[in-house]
């Protein structure tokens, strides 16, 4: 016998964004401070012994409450999105014409509900691929396997899905999240920085994409020269096409196998919605190029978007009122620095 | 004679300090989510069935869990300021008996 379930998905919501920004931003980053203080403290000398503090105890149960109302809180943005994307009424009714809204509260099977959950809780890879959906738009599939529409920002009021982060090596890219970041930039302007050192336009040929969207590069690119870095993209005339194309031949030439200290590293974080307003599967993919400096291996933006906290870190996905959000692997040993004026 | 350096009561106080400082700021804000999410918890009248019966079971087991966390760091917290107390007046003591004796 089926069971159904109902809610109101802006409640939901709500209740998954109770958590006030400076609380979920502190237990972020005190946990790294914690950290440091513990292992110190067991080093100190004790003569007597007075007491005895377990680092790894008091960092285990501080990580399990933490990422128990995480778990919490993302599963009932996950049910709120369900709901909107496959609740009885979340949809304007076939053949409908007029103003419509949703209703306030929807129903949904709850076999239904249960396999869209969860979808979202599978291994996560950083594996994104692409398509052009309906409309010419570009997509981007998420982890939980649907389709989400590409778009600039995050929609107002909208709480992440999840969020991919990839960091990619030109002398080892991979094809898909490369591409990811340069749509991105081409699409959004994000970068100020005038384009630099596209590849040459007949390097454009040698790269295609294949069924599945990925961008593939030819055994014939051996050949070509230049640049020795991918195209930065960002000058306004650059149309999304143009840009596309110059992604194509960055891939080439980075498919020719750079030295991988002199290859441009490109961060993605693709970050998934679903628009309150619309009910609809929205992306944002947010990319920079970094490079690591020889001497101490940080990680340098220089040019394109992360979202940063206060101390210059990758952030997690933003609650829609704060700048907090999930801290992406940038690569061992590395931190990341956003030069001062970037946009 | 006084009483060797290796012999003589030893404790990091200041990364005690620091530590129970921490402990208690991150009790607090583990405190401080808890109420959040118990409160919202209250705030989704309108969410029925199976699932939401499994989200009020999960939130309660969750706040009692997160809520013995607080209660330890604090209680750790507490700990470790009695250590460095305790540490000033055994080091207090040993130097009374270091005066004495010389």
């Given at each position: ?12 919501e709500?209740a ?37 503090v ?82 010419g ?27 991919v ?55 014939e ?54 628009d ?31 979202h ?36 | ?19 129970a ?13 808890n ?6 918890g ?61």
């Amino acid at each position: 016998m089926s069971t159904t379930s109902s809610a109101d998905p802006a409640q939901l919501e709500a209740a998954a964004a109770a958590v006030p920004g400076d609380v979920a931003s502190g237990l972020q980053w005190e946990p790294d401070t914690l950290a440091d203080l513990l292992a110190r403290f067991a080093r100190g000398e004790q003569v007597p012994e007075r007491i005895s503090v377990d680092p790894q105890h008091h960092m285990d149960i501080l990580r399990a409450a933490i990422g128990g109302g995480e778990g919490i809180d993302a599963e009932l943005v996950r049910v709120a999105a369900a709901f909107r994307t496959a609740g009885n009424g979340a949809t304007r009714p076939p053949g409908f014409v007029g103003p419509w809204m949703p209703p306030r509260i929807l129903s949904m099977d709850d076999a239904a509900l249960q396999s869209a959950v969860s979808a979202w809780l599978g291994p996560t890879t950083a594996d994104v691929s692409f398509r052009k959906g309906a409309g010419g738009a570009w997509e981007v599939r998420g982890p939980d396997g649907n389709w989400f529409r590409m778009v600039d920002s995050p929609p107002p009021g909208a709480l992440p899905l999840a969020q991919v982060e990839k960091t990619v090596d030109f002398a080892n890219p991979d094809f898909g999240m490369v591409l990811s970041a340069f749509i991105l930039i081409g699409l959004t302007g994000g970068q100020t920085q005038p384009m630099d050192r596209a590849a040459p336009r007949e390097a454009y040929q040698y790269v295609h994409f294949d069924d599945q969207g990925y961008p593939v590069a030819g055994p014939e690119v051996a050949g070509l020269s230049q640049p020795v870095r991918p195209p930065v993209l960002g000058d306004a005339s650059v149309s999304k096409i143009e840009a596309i194309g110059m992604v194509q031949g960055g891939l080439a030439e980075a498919a020719k196998g750079m030295s991988a200290r002199n290859a441009s590293m490109v961060h993605t974080q693709t970050t998934f919605y679903v628009d309150p307003r619309t009910n609809q599967r929205v992306a944002v993919v947010d990319g920079a190029q970094i490079r690591y400096d020889n001497d101490t291996n940080d990680a340098i933006v220089t040019s394109g978007r992360l979202h940063v906290d206060g101390r210059g870190r990758p952030s997690l996905v933003a609650r829609p009122d704060t700048n907090t959000s999930s801290q992406p692997s940038i690569g061992p040993s590395t931190t990341l620095r956003i030069p001062a004026k970037e946009d | 004679m006084g009483i060797p350096e290796e012999d003589r009561v030893q404790f990091p106080v200041a990364v005690a300090g620091q530590l129970a400082d921490e402990l208690d700021k991150l009790a607090g804000l583990l405190d401080r989510a808890n109420q959040a999410r118990a409160d919202a918890g209250n705030r989704v009248p309108d969410y029925r069935g199976a699932f939401a019966d499994a989200y009020h079971r999960r939130l309660g087991t969750h706040l009692t869990a997160s809520g013995d966390t607080v209660a330890r760091y604090r209680s750790v917290a507490a700990q470790l300021r009695a250590a460095v107390d305790q540490h000033h007046r055994d080091r207090a003591a040993e130097n009374r008996q270091f005066s004495a004796s010389g």
